[in-house]
T-cell receptor, first 117, second 109 residues
Framework: GAVVSQHPSWVICKSGTSVKIECRSL??????MFWYRQFPKQSLMLMAT?????????EQGVEKDKFLINHASLTLSTLTVTSAHPEDSSFYIC?????????????FGSGTRLTVV | GQNIDQPTEMTATEGAIVQINCTYQ??????LFWYQQHAGEAPTFLSY??LDGLEEKGRFSSFLSRSKGYSYLLLKELQMKDSASYLC??????????WGAGTKLIIKP
């Protein structure tokens, strides 16, 4: 089946630094990528939707200058958390969509646990 | 507005049956998903319903009533490994997933 590889699985960074998270679709072309954030004991919160070759669409309340999303190819999307602060500590998950597959082809990456100290 | 409601937590006994309910209100509707999520891991797909009725897949079944905006996930012959959070998500008219907060299922021996 479809696989989305997400790296790193976990990262600890100092406050004020930037962290890049990558998601790669390994055996299909991901025309659309969704980026979610999940705080403990809460559900997935959609941060942004990106389509290959165009700018990402951010959800209300998500700072696009802080969470930079790049979807430069059909197999790679990146999320960069700039000037990270402790309140950015969360579980970040990407999901790729391949239209035409069963159940609209939503496949999730394995997630990245970000801890900002 | 768009809203998904499901219980926060449920407890069941190993070997028993449990039903997790979900009600939804969305702008348009293109199907209802159930995902399983173990702590610290990404969600994994369990089921997708877009037509009314029951879909059975092994020990797991999912039911949908579009007129009532209601779905349930039925887990039979519960195993300890079924302890996880179960997320209900409805797809709206823009094909966006609207997520519930998840139901934490605790299985006791």
């Amino acid at each position: 089946g479809a696989v989305v590889s997400q790296h790193p699985s976990w990262v600890i960074c100092k406050s004020g630094t930037s962290v890049k998270i990558e998601c790669r679709s390994l055996d299909f072309q991901a025309t659309t990528m969704f980026w979610y954030r999940q705080f403990p004991k809460q559900s997935l919160m959609l941060m942004a939707t990106s389509n290959e070759g165009s700018k990402a669409t951010y959800e209300q309340g998500v700072e696009k200058d802080k969470f930079l999303i790049n979807h430069a190819s059909l197999t790679l999307s990146t999320l960069t958390v700039t000037s990270a602060h402790p309140e950015d500590s969360s579980f970040y998950i990407c999901s790729a969509r391949e239209p035409g597959r069963d159940h609209y082809g939503y496949t999730f990456g394995s997630g990245t646990r970000l801890t900002v100290v | 507005g768009q809203n998904i409601d499901q219980p926060t937590e449920m407890t069941a006994t190993e070997g028993a049956i449990v039903q997790i309910n979900c009600t939804y209100q969305t702008s348009g509707f293109n199907g209802l998903f159930w995902y399983q999520q173990h702590a610290g891991e990404a969600p994994t797909f369990l089921s997708y319903n877009v037509l009314d009725g029951l879909e059975e897949k092994g020990r797991f079944s999912s039911f949908l009533s579009r007129s009532k905006g209601y779905s349930y996930l039925l887990l039979k012959e519960l195993q300890m490994k079924d302890s996880a959070s179960y997320l209900c998500a409805a797809m709206d008219s823009n094909y966006q997933l609207i997520w519930g907060a998840g139901t934490k299922l605790i299985i006791k021996p």
